[in-house]
């Protein structure tokens, strides 16, 4: 490793992004009694997980606060320039060979004794797995932003999420009517505003997750959309970088100026709106000491248990069916990529990993060797 990178301490980096989240998270729930005592109580696990983290770091061993589980490979909706899609990890079927809701219970439960805070329920559309949605509801030391597009919200979701709140529904929208359905389907934003609407009317906390574009950055960050969310009641915004998944989509990615903008976005609406709490995935590289995938930060489980540096890289040594989170957190494939600074690479698009994937499947031969 470089000397720059050695000098990063990516767990202490790590640490603080989980405490401000949490920080941000308890100031947008003051006003709900029961939100509010369910994140005083997830407060004090973070912490206690922070402190499992640094135990494992003085010891040698790097565990990331964030795990991205993809619960499922089956959805039912056809986005236009789905990246999942694309690498054809999701179908319209759901396979028989997908981790059972079992081997998912035995994920969470590791997972929390290892100390990690957050684990990021994704698919396809997750909420096809309701079995395995109640098992991480069962694990409340774990926060599970649950990634959806809203579709199969119904009434046996609303009772689970009031049971459960360490369960946060974060529905996918991008932006106003026209192209949310242009984007993923007729009727798709008013089923949104609908399960809006009745998360606020009963009380419960949500989140919204944008893709974002060079063409719709500054429609999806301003003042007027966001002012939308926040008076139906959404108290989280998870803004997405576009990657793009073929050559004529490629001017469609974030580059270096409109990362700039809405990192400045983001700490002017952290600071004047403390009610909501907003995230960008991947981030400030530049000050994440690089992107933060396989292991460093976060690493993610595919549908069928692959260990894989990301869902925008879909490629694995190690599945946990044999094997379990910490061995699969020391798979060659992640080792190689944080030891050849792969990860530090310039790149024009949402993700590195991506853009770099020639480089990345030649890591992943030569670890299966």
Not at 131 to 145: Q, S
């Amino acid at each position: 490793m470089t000397d720059t990178k050695e000098a990063f301490d990516i767990q202490a980096y790590m640490t603080k992004g989980v405490e401000d989240v949490v920080a941000s998270a308890l100031k947008a729930t003051l006003k709900d009694p029961k939100e509010s005592m369910f994140m005083v109580k997830f407060a004090a696990a973070s912490k206690a997980a922070s402190r499992k983290r640094r135990k494992a770091e003085d010891a040698g061993e790097h565990i990331p606060a964030f795990l991205i589980a993809s619960i499922t490979s089956a959805c039912n909706l056809h986005c236009a320039g789905c990246y999942s899609r694309s690498n054809h990890a999701t179908v319209d079927e759901t396979p028989s060979a997908q981790l059972s809701a079992a081997q998912w219970n035995s994920i969470f439960q590791e997972a929390d004794e290892l100390g990690i805070s957050f684990i990021l329920l994704a698919g396809g559309e997750p909420m096809l797995r309701r079995n395995v949605i109640e098992a991480a509801g069962k694990t409340p030391n774990i926060l599970f932003p649950v990634f959806t597009n809203g579709t199969y919200i119904d009434e046996d979701y609303f009772k689970l999420f009031d049971e459960c709140r360490n369960l946060i529904p974060v529905m996918s929208i991008e932006g106003e009517k026209e192209v949310t359905d242009a984007r993923r389907g007729e009727g798709i934003y008013d089923k949104l505003v609908a399960n809006m609407d009745e998360f606020h009317r009963r009380g419960l906390i949500f989140g919204a997750s944008v893709t974002v574009t060079k063409e719709n950055i500054r429609e999806v960050s301003s003042p007027v959309f966001l002012k939308t969310l926040s008076d139906r009641g959404c108290r989280v915004v998870i803004f997405v970088e576009f990657v793009p998944v073929t050559d004529d989509s490629k001017e469609l990615a974030p580059g270096e100026e409109e990362r700039e903008y809405l990192a400045e976005e983001l700490s002017r609406l952290r600071r004047e709106h403390p009610e909501m709490v907003y995230i960008s995935f991947p981030g400030d590289e530049k000050s994440s000491g690089g992107c933060v995938a396989a292991g460093r930060g976060f690493f993610h489980i595919n549908s069928h248990g692959g260990a894989e540096p990301c869902p925008f890289s879909p490629y694995s040594d190690i599945n946990v069916v044999n094997s379990s989170l910490r061995e699969a957190l020391k798979s060659p494939l992640f080792h190689a990529l944080q030891e050849q600074n792969i990860l530090d690479d310039d790149h024009a698009g949402g993700c590195v990993l991506y853009e770099k994937r020639d480089q990345v499947e030649a890591l992943l031969a030569q670890a299966g060797r």
